[in-house]
Structure formats: structure tokens, C-alpha cells
């Protein structure tokens, strides 16, 4: 096979797809927004060396990986995805065989969740480098953010912290059904996903929201995970969310618990305490000079 | 200046872009189409060793490239831009200063042609990989496309072949102008737009529209660039586009010449001769296997 009767493959996969007017074969993918929608765009690396190792997974897992962290943007706005699009720089060992493996890794996650492959670029390069884009869509004015939570308002997350870290769970399923119910529902006043830690994604949200978060443990730590662990070493994918104090959220979604873990104050923007302790939200910051 | 400062500097550059409801800051990018618009999707990789040598321009017109790169793609479809992201996975020795020139460059020409910076990705890596994705738009059902090319088509070129391969310009102006005075005058059945070289290009061109093409010297090349190194060097980012034989082409659109280079025929798909001799089509293939 060659790239040609690759693509023609990839191309006959998306035909049909509803939004989407012409895919893959031309300088630009064609689509229509539905009807009523606002349109959501997502763009995420996954990098080796960063993000993955070659040697800890097979390609397909990796490709779900890949497409699964950038759908996760899509569930935390409570939107569903429309279409995908994968810019690759390849070294010459993932030519070929690696390379289809982690397309079909990435299909096969589009077709559980109605995103096709639309587009993206190829090109040379020492080390593996990936970037998915995704558009999604939510009803105009509907879509969850980060910057809606305010003092009194009660914060959630969903599942475990911190499975990640005890154990690499490559395939993941993005929150994409919560988040949906969570915007049809109108419970949550913000919502992100955790892709950096606790510490780190709950001090952005409060940042954005220009509150304060206190939290109170117990927080629902993965079996055998020590707390400082589960805070920072992200790749959670689960969903953070507020929601007015008044409002009633269960205590599970299809079987996913949703636990309470603290309280949104009026304190310093971004400033976030674990039982009345600072927690540092620190990162890599590639504009530092 | 760290990323959070950065990152304000940023926004308040796209703040009150007309379709930007949500730019960065958030999980996703919100976006409303224009009335009664299709939407135009492009992705570009710009790597270092491959697209670029650091030490060969400054970040400043760098920057400027990479979105131009992908600028390029809209104006083949005819397209007008409404917004680009960038994702970044960045060495050490970018962070900081570079950075922020390269950002600087990509705004320049953003604000150049309507496109706003709405958001992205940034990740360490050990060379530099950026993805530039361009969102455009135009009305629905017009886009230009490469696969309405007919036989009795004629074949043209805008400016100069191989300008590239003879001085290492590095700011270049996407034909964004000329693609939408095509569109809007309905003169071309199909268009693309010169990445890889004139042989290759058309003859992706032919594949889609399947048919084949005539070329017939002289050519319009670059002063001093020998036809085989024009023909294959790649980088023109002039515009390559067919018109029914009825349709008058101007000589010159706002100065650019428009260049009349061969025939659309009835052959094998793909197939492209200059002056009756094939020219081979070849490139690096990803998918080989």
C-alpha cells in the first residue's frame, strides 16, 4: 500500500459523513456547522518522549490515546465531536505499518464517537510528533467553559485521581456523555477536563472564573495513590466541574462517580487550598523569559 | 513575561473578532460560521530540519511563514481566514524570547489578512514542531476544489516558479486576493495551490479532477532557475489553477502575472507531460509499506 490507496481508504471511511461537504484530497476540508450550532475547536500534541514512549504501547492504543485526548477538550465543553484532523511529523520508523496501526487506533475511537477524519498534514522528522484537532458543536450559547464559577459554588469531579499514575491505562474513554449531560441539564456553572493535575487545572479554572477553591479531602484518590501524586501528575482526563450550591448533582452518572471535593471562594484568583493548605500550581511554561 | 502574562497579551489582541465567541482560555475555541458560509479547515506542519533552519531567519519572519504556509491553503479554496491556532512543541532554546518574536511574526500577518489567533497547544520537545491550523470561510457550495478540472481546460500559473529555490525568501504573500477573485468570477473549475513543485501538484491536481495535463514551455520561471529545479523544489505558494477555454483570463491580476502553461486532456489520471514528455511525480511517501 501507498499513500494514495491509504488515503482513498481514509476517504471512503468519511463519506457520508453528514457536516462534513469534502474531506480529505483537497487544500482545505469543507464542512457546514448544524444548524443552530456553535462550533468548538480543539488542538492537542501528543509528542514521544512527552507524551508516550513507542516501546510501552502498540500503535493502536497510542492512536485511541491520541484522538481520546483531544476529544476529552470536546466533553468539557458539553459538546459532541464532528470531525478530526491529524498532523503527523514521522521518523522512518513509524513509516508504515506503526503508522496505519495508529490510524486505525484513532478510527476506530472516531466511529464510537461520531468523529470523522477529515484532513491533516504529513511530513518528515526525527522524533514523532502528533497533533489532533477536533471540531465539535454545541447549541449557540450552550457551550460549559471555564469561566463561569462563583463563591458558593460547589466543586465536582468525576471518577478517580490519579489511575494514571499507578498504572498506564492507555486507551480511555473521553467523558463526552457526561459532559453533554451536564450542558442538557444546565448543572454546572464551569466545567474543564483534567489533563495537568488537580492543583494545576483547578487554580486555571479559578483563575479564569477569578475565584478561589477550597477543597476538602477525603478527594477520591485511585487505590494505592499517594495524594501529592494524584494532584499533579495529570492525564486524568475526567471531568472538574461547578455547580450553584442549590443545584443537586448525583452522586453517580451511568455508573461514574461524581464527588463532591470542595467549595469555590472569593479569595485571590486562581489561589486553591486543600484543607485550609496552599496548593502550588506549577507547570512548564515555555513563555518564561 | 511568563505564559499567564503572554496569554493575556494575546487575548486582548482577539478581543471583539466578529465570529470568535470563546478564544483562548479555554478547553476549545467557540466559533460561529459567517451567514450562509461553508467552513474551510487547513492544517500545516512547519519543522525544523525539514521546513526550516533556525539559524537561516530570524523567529520574527519565521513566524510569519509557518501561518503564510497555511494561509495558502485557504486562498486556494477561495477562501477568506476568521481564525488560526498553533500548536508548539518547543526545545529549550525556543522558550522565551523566539517564542515570542515567532508569535509576533505569525500576528503580524494574521492582522495582515482578518485571522485571528484563537488557540493551540504548547509541549516541550527536542526540535521544533509547530502546527498551524487555519479556519476560513466561504459561501456555501462556492470553495474552490481541485477535482472540476475537464479536458479542453486550460492551464495557469500565477507569478514565478521556483522564486524559492533561488533565494531563500522567507515572507512570501498568501494568494489570498487572487483566490477569491477567482471564485467570485467563477473562472476556475479547479485550483490549488504550489507546495511541492509544479510536477507534483499538478499532478494531484489531474488524480482528483481524473484527467490529465499538457504543459507546454516556456514556463515561467524564476530568472536563473533551471526548469527541472523549478518544476520539483516546491515552496512557490503561487496559486495553480484550470479555466473552461471559453473563459477569458487576464494577463495579470493587481500586477501578478497570470500565466497560461498547458491543456487539461482526456489520458491516464495523474499523467503530466511537458512538451509530449512525461514528468515523473514523485515525493516522499509516509505510508510506504
Known sequence: ????????????????????????????????APPGAELLVTTDLFVEGTHFLRRTAPPRALGWRALARALSDIAAMGGSPLAYFVSIAAP??????????????MAELGSRTGAVLAGGDTTRAGTLTCDLIVLGHSPAGSALRRDGAKPGDAIYVSGEL??????????????????????????????MDLSDGLAMDLSRLC???????????????????ASAKALTHGEDYELLFTAPARRRVPATFNGLPLTHIGVITAGKAGRVTLDAKPLAARGWDPFQS
Open 92 to 105: 522512518e520508523w513509524a513509516c508504515g505499518h506503526w503508522l496505519y496501526d495508529f490510524y486505525k487506533g
Open 207 to 225: 483563575e479564569e472564573s477569578d475565584v478561589a477553591a477550597a477543597l476538602v479531602s477525603p478527594l477520591p484518590l485511585a487505590k494505592g495513590v
Open 162 to 191: 490519579g489511575v494514571e499514575a499507578k498504572r498506564r491505562r492507555v486507551r480511555f474513554e473521553p467523558r463526552l456523555a457526561l459532559g453533554r449531560y451536564l450542558r442538557e441539564n444546565r448543572l454546572a456553572s464551569a466545567c
Open 1 to 32: 500500500m501507498n499513500e494514495r490507496a491509504w488515503i482513498r481508504r481514509l476517504r471512503a471511511r468519511a463519506a457520508g459523513a453528514e457536516y462534513l461537504t469534502r474531506g480529505i484530497g483537497d487544500d482545505c476540508a469543507v464542512l457546514r
